[in-house]
């Protein structure tokens, strides 16, 4: 019998919707760790389970208390030590054990969390056991001791020799021609993964970024969905003249893609790439019309490429756990969010973020073009991100967007469809309608926080500004008070203009002009946070776009880290020819949107709209072209 420390206990703070999350040490301490070992167990009533860890400083103690309190209740621990997240879905799929991972995934380096699943890597979401897992270890924490169960044992299991194996047979890579890509493993789980696979990978060569496993991430955070935490990767690849870029996230479960020019290739555009390709294999072996799960806020690219290649787009709630369970009931091929999660049926319907890098991999190595052509045809369409607005009451603000968007198709004799899967979607869109009527949006509340999360898409670039800030406008109020926008989202690379430049707040009082033709574009300047799957991060310092990325490596050894290059030194730039002092260097940013200029041969790129301007006699020519 293990005593712990009595006392009422209250874990609703770290318990979430999908997996456990809070700050190591004082939320999640050894002694909650040790009473969640517990009733895991007595809540699965499966006498075995997988536990693995990531690299965060907590994790091996909080992994090792976990894993005593399964056994005291009769299991059977196999203690897998340093694995990413999909090597434990993998582990927990080929050998049918339940599985528990701990890992903050792209969260800051104080927080530690646990991520379950149920034999088989099936999920357990609030409403599939983690409340009742909840409620028993406080139970057990009330009770102040854990009572032993004869026949618990702890082993050990190496499970990364098996995991390799296993991506590289679903997705295997072709020979061809040679690629040289960077990988930014933001000093996480992708560190432990990467390396042994790139020795695989023949004609590849694999240039690390922070490749050494380091818990309090001290180049950046793992967390591509800010830009921000792309800088050194997008710098590395024009350095480099790398073919390809690829970033994880914390426990590599995420992969983000950076093409040949440093511009982040949208979620939703490898989503379209990887369905295309897993329905066309689905196909060939017999299947008719196999099905692609996709989340509402996926592009509708997604869905045009899914029923062009044959397949059937299946639209889901977005969610972890709702997703995995709605692929299992249609038996779908694939899976894609926008937040770069990918699933895969023959995966136990897990995500994987190597599974994704391997399918962008196998599909440049069979094109004759560079990345940037092999993603166009998937990214046709201008998207806002995902905007985060802080209201008082959501559904209230709900139903006055509701309200705006009717009575201007009203007055404007327009159709619009909507839905309300996980909150509201709206579609203005014809095919015989001109592209600047084209248009649609997702107004979805946060699980948590009292905010309202908003995405648009539309045919081209004006009408998704028009619409995004009109929206804004009406969500939160009038506008007129709003600070400049923070140009992030859900969606890296998505090239939309920064919501703060140029234009004017939609006015108050004045007539609804959503979709309608002939509109300016409306720029307005509302803030719109940056957003991650399930939790909100802190938004970027107002001047984050004046922070000059990386260069990265002049010439870096395959598999090694690159060291920071100090902005102090930057002056005559070799690839871009800027001789301009180092101030002023670090201060400049793309008059279109904001967004940071990298350096590229005779150019300035701008990594967020990739526009590129001239250098002449060593200055930059800041004047946009279109």
Same mark, same amino acid.
């Given at each position: 019998?293990?005593?712990?420390?009595?006392?009422?206990?209250?874990?609703?703070?770290?318990?979430?919707?999908?997996?456990?999350?809070?700050?190591?040490?004082?939320?999640?301490?050894?002694?909650?760790?040790?009473?969640?070992?517990?009733?895991?167990?007595?809540?699965?009533?499966?006498?075995?389970?997988?536990?693995?860890?990531?690299?965060?400083?907590?994790?091996?103690?909080?992994?090792?208390?976990?894993?005593?309190?399964?056994?005291?209740?009769?299991?059977?621990?196999?203690?897998?030590?340093?694995?990413?997240?999909?090597?434990?879905y993998?582990?927990?799929?080929?050998?049918?054990?339940?599985?528990?991972?701990?890992?903050?995934?792209?969260?800051?380096?104080?927080?530690?969390?646990?991520?379950?699943?149920?034999?088989?890597?099936?999920?357990?979401?609030?409403?599939?056991?983690?409340?009742?897992?909840?409620?028993?270890?406080?139970? =057990?924490l009330?009770a102040?001791?854990?009572?032993?169960?004869?026949?618990?044992?702890?082993?050990?299991?190496?499970?990364?020799?098996? =995991?390799?194996?296993?991506?590289?047979?679903?997705?295997?890579?072709?020979?061809?021609?040679?690629?040289?890509?960077?990988?930014?493993?933001? $000093?996480a789980?992708?560190?432990?993964?990467?390396?042994?696979?790139?020795?695989?990978?023949?004609?590849?060569?694999?240039?690390?970024?922070?490749?050494?496993?380091d818990?309090?991430?001290?180049?950046?955070?793992?967390?591509?969905?800010?830009?921000? @935490?792309?800088?050194?990767?997008?710098?590395?690849?024009?350095?480099?003249?790398?073919?390809?870029?690829?970033?994880?996230?914390?426990?590599?479960?995420?992969?983000?893609?950076?093409?040949?020019?440093?511009?982040?290739?949208?979620?939703?555009?490898?989503?379209?790439?990887?369905?295309?390709?897993?329905?066309?294999?689905?196909?060939?072996?017999?299947?008719?019309?196999?099905?692609?799960?996709? $989340?509402?806020v996926s592009?509708?690219?997604?869905?045009?490429?899914?029923?062009?290649?044959g397949?059937?787009?299946?639209?889901?709630?977005?969610?972890?756990?709702?997703?995995?369970?709605?692929?299992?009931?249609? $038996?779908?091929?694939?899976?894609?969010?926008?937040?770069?999660?990918?699933?895969f049926?023959?995966?136990?319907?897990?995500?994987?973020?190597?599974?994704?890098?391997?399918?962008?991999?196998?599909?440049?190595?069979?094109?004759?073009?560079?990345?940037?052509?092999?993603?166009?045809?998937?990214?046709? =369409?201008?998207?806002?991100?995902?905007?985060n607005?802080?209201?008082?009451?959501?559904?209230?603000?709900?139903?006055?967007?509701?309200a705006?968007?009717?009575?201007?198709?009203?007055?404007?004799?327009?159709?619009?469809?909507?839905?309300?899967?996980?909150?509201?979607?709206?579609?203005?869109?014809?095919?015989?309608?001109?592209?600047?009527?084209?248009?649609?949006?997702?107004?979805?509340?946060?699980?948590?926080?009292?905010?309202?999360?908003? @995405?648009?898409?539309?045919?081209?670039?004006?009408?998704?500004?028009?619409?995004?800030?009109?929206?804004?406008?009406?969500?939160?109020?009038?506008?007129?008070d709003?600070?400049?926008?923070v140009?992030?989202?859900?969606?890296?690379?998505?090239?939309?203009?920064?919501?703060?430049?140029?234009?004017?707040?939609?006015?108050?009082?004045?007539?609804?002009?959503?979709?309608?033709?002939?509109?300016?574009?409306?720029?307005?300047?509302?803030?719109?946070?940056?957003?991650?799957?399930?939790?909100?991060?802190?938004?970027?310092p107002?001047?984050?776009?004046?922070?000059?990325?990386?260069?990265?490596?002049?010439?870096?050894?395959?598999?090694a880290?690159?060291?920071?290059?100090?902005?102090?030194?930057?002056?005559?730039?070799?690839?871009?020819?800027?001789?301009?002092?180092?101030?002023?260097?670090?201060?400049?940013?793309?008059?279109?949107?904001?967004?940071?200029?990298?350096?590229?041969?005779?150019?300035?790129?701008?990594?967020?709209?990739?526009?590129?301007?001239?250098?002449?006699?060593?200055?930059?020519v800041?004047?946009?072209?279109?």
């Amino acid at each position: 019998m293990t005593e712990l420390a009595p006392g009422p206990a209250d874990l609703s703070g770290i318990v979430k919707a999908y997996d456990v999350r809070g700050v190591a040490g004082s939320e999640l301490t050894v002694e909650v760790a040790r009473a969640l070992g517990a009733a895991v167990i007595d809540h699965l009533g499966e006498d075995a389970i997988i536990v693995a860890h990531d690299m965060r400083i907590s994790s091996p103690q909080l992994a090792s208390a976990f894993a005593e309190g399964a056994v005291l209740r009769g299991a059977v621990v196999a203690f897998s030590g340093l694995s990413s997240t999909d090597q434990l879905y993998c582990a927990s799929g080929m050998h049918r054990a339940a599985g528990a991972m701990f890992t903050a995934s792209h969260n800051p380096a104080p927080d530690n969390g646990i991520k379950l699943c149920r034999s088989g890597a099936r999920p357990i979401s609030r409403s599939t056991g983690l409340a009742e897992i909840q409620a028993r270890a406080e139970a =057990y924490l009330d009770a102040g001791e854990i009572p032993a169960v004869p026949g618990g044992r702890r082993e050990e299991l190496d499970t990364l020799e098996e =995991y390799l194996a296993t991506v590289l047979a679903l997705v295997p890579v072709p020979a061809g021609r040679p690629l040289r890509v960077v990988v930014d493993a933001a $000093n996480a789980m992708a560190g432990h993964t990467v390396p042994p696979l790139a020795e695989r990978l023949d004609g590849i060569e694999i240039i690390g970024l922070f490749l050494e496993l380091d818990g309090t991430f001290p180049n950046h955070e793992a967390n591509p969905l800010d830009p921000a @935490n792309l800088r050194d990767l997008q710098a590395a690849v024009l350095a480099e003249g790398a073919d390809l870029g690829l970033a994880f996230d914390g426990d590599a479960d995420r992969c983000f893609v950076v093409d040949e020019t440093g511009r982040a290739v949208p979620a939703s555009a490898i989503t379209a790439l990887i369905a295309e390709r897993e329905i066309a294999r689905a196909r060939a072996a017999g299947e008719d019309r196999p099905a692609v799960v996709a $989340n509402l806020v996926s592009s509708r690219h997604v869905e045009e490429t899914v029923v062009a290649a044959g397949g059937r787009r299946v639209r889901s709630q977005v969610g972890h756990s709702l997703i995995k369970a709605l692929m299992a009931q249609e $038996n779908a091929v694939f899976g894609g969010e926008h937040s770069a999660h990918y699933y895969f049926r023959d995966f136990f319907f897990a995500d994987s973020g190597m599974l994704a890098a391997l399918h962008v991999l196998a599909a440049l190595r069979e094109s004759d073009g560079p990345a940037s052509a092999l993603v166009a045809r998937h990214d046709p =369409y201008a998207a806002s991100g995902e905007i985060n607005s802080s209201v008082a009451d959501p559904a209230a603000s709900r139903e006055a967007v509701r309200a705006h968007v009717q009575a201007a198709a009203e007055a404007e004799g327009r159709r619009l469809e909507i839905d309300e899967l996980d909150g509201m979607t709206v579609t203005s869109w014809e095919d015989a309608a001109p592209p600047e009527e084209r248009w649609w949006f997702s107004l979805r509340s946060s699980n948590t926080e009292p905010l309202l999360r908003l @995405n648009v898409e539309a045919a081209c670039e004006r009408t998704m500004e028009r619409v995004r800030d009109e929206l804004l406008a009406v969500i939160r109020g009038d506008g007129a008070d709003a600070p400049r926008p923070v140009n992030a989202g859900a969606d890296p690379g998505t090239g939309a203009a920064d919501p703060g430049t140029g234009g004017a707040e939609p006015t108050a009082g004045v007539a609804p002009r959503i979709g309608g033709a002939g509109s300016g574009s409306g720029s307005g300047s509302a803030d719109a946070e940056l957003a991650t799957a399930g939790r909100e991060v802190p938004i970027p310092p107002a001047d984050a776009a004046d922070v000059p990325a990386s260069s990265g490596p002049a010439s870096a050894e395959p598999v090694a880290p690159a060291a920071r290059q100090d902005s102090s030194t930057v002056g005559t730039m070799d690839g871009s020819g800027i001789d301009i002092p180092a101030w002023v260097r670090e201060r400049i940013v793309c008059p279109s949107c904001h967004g940071t200029l990298l350096d590229a041969p005779g150019a300035l790129r701008c990594a967020d709209c990739g526009r590129s301007y001239g250098v002449e006699d060593g200055i930059p020519v800041l004047i946009p072209q279109d």
